[in-house]
């Protein structure tokens, strides 16, 4: 960790972020519109890992909106790429204790809802951990968090209700809906799909959850985003692909890229 934070000191010239942005599948373009930042690849960073999908560059990007200091993680890297879970959550913990405040999760995910249709834009409310982990599991970091942390609001309702009322006001349609969290990388059966959606799940992806829950855990304000780019199995015609997903997060980045600016800018 020393060496991680080190490292991207190095980098910043005391450059503090108050705002993270994690890019999923298809939407890290987003930070590629800001000419004067600091672009540090994963490769680079002690600690970091590398990441393997297409659609996850794999950059830390430093840089300002209206005078906030922001960072954007461009693209992730996920449990089922053979990381542990601490992996996953590492970035969190790099860049809470660079002093972060707030944390944007966003991912592309499968529509459970069947109202939703790809494209749809979901603000995630709760969510439900099927991953079979956890990223606190292990000796409790007393710097960090409390041994039991309370998930009552992993998503902080305050932020959702800003995001609720900025998406209103730019009159992009939103849902909110309860994301459900899996490894991967298979897709899911229709049977497992049924199952989820009798948990109450509106959308379903590889990721995020336990990114989630660390950052609550570190006392971080989270909001959560989906982009809906597929309906799950069983309910569409055509056969999943990672290929489908890229391709409709393209197709909805620029209500999503709007969205989620003037959301930093706000909040």
Not at 38 to 56: A, L, M, N, V
Not at 109 to 121: I, S
Not at 130 to 151: A, H, K, S
């Given at each position: 960790?020393e ?20 890019l999923?599948?298809?939407?890290g ?11 540090i ?7 970091f ?15 300002k909106?209206?005078?906030?200091n ?49 494209r ?7 969510h439900?951990?099927f991953?079979g ?16 942390p309370?998930?009552s ?16 006001d ?12 899996v ?6 059966t229709?049977?497992?799909i049924r199952?989820f959606r ?32 597929n309906?799950?199995?069983?309910l ?8 489908e ?9 620029t209500e999503?890229?709007?969205?989620v600016?003037?959301?930093i800018?706000?909040?």
């Amino acid at each position: 960790m020393e060496a991680t934070l080190n490292y991207i000191k190095s980098k910043l010239d005391n450059f503090i972020p108050e705002t993270a942005c994690i890019l999923g599948s298809g939407l890290g373009e987003l930070a590629d519109e800001f000419s004067d930042s600091i672009k540090i690849g994963f490769s680079e960073i002690p600690g970091f890992k590398r990441t393997t999908i297409d659609g996850h560059a794999g950059n830390l990007v430093f840089t300002k909106l209206n005078n906030k200091n922001i960072v954007f993680m461009q693209g992730r890297y996920h449990y089922y790429e053979g990381h542990t879970i601490k992996d996953v959550v590492f970035p969190i913990k790099v860049l809470k204790l660079l002093g972060l405040k707030n944390l944007i999760i966003t991912n592309a995910a499968g529509g459970l809802n069947q109202n939703y249709t790809p494209r749809t834009l979901m603000i995630i409310n709760d969510h439900i951990n099927f991953t079979g982990t956890n990223p606190l599991i292990g000796p409790n970091e007393e710097n960090m968090g409390v041994r039991f942390p309370d998930m009552s609001e992993v998503y902080n309702k305050k932020l959702i209700e800003k995001a609720n009322e900025i998406a209103r006001d730019l009159n992009i349609h939103v849902e909110n809906g309860v994301y459900i969290g899996v490894t991967g990388p298979s897709y899911e059966t229709p049977s497992e799909i049924r199952m989820f959606r009798n948990f109450g799940a509106s959308a379903i992806g590889m990721s995020t959850v336990n990114e989630a829950i660390y950052a609550n855990y570190c006392g971080l304000k989270v909001l959560g985003i989906s982009c809906i780019t597929n309906c799950a199995a069983g309910l569409s015609k055509t056969k999943l692909s990672h290929v489908e997903v890229v391709e409709t997060a393209n197709r909805v980045k620029t209500e999503f890229k709007t969205l989620v600016k003037n959301i930093i800018q706000k909040i």
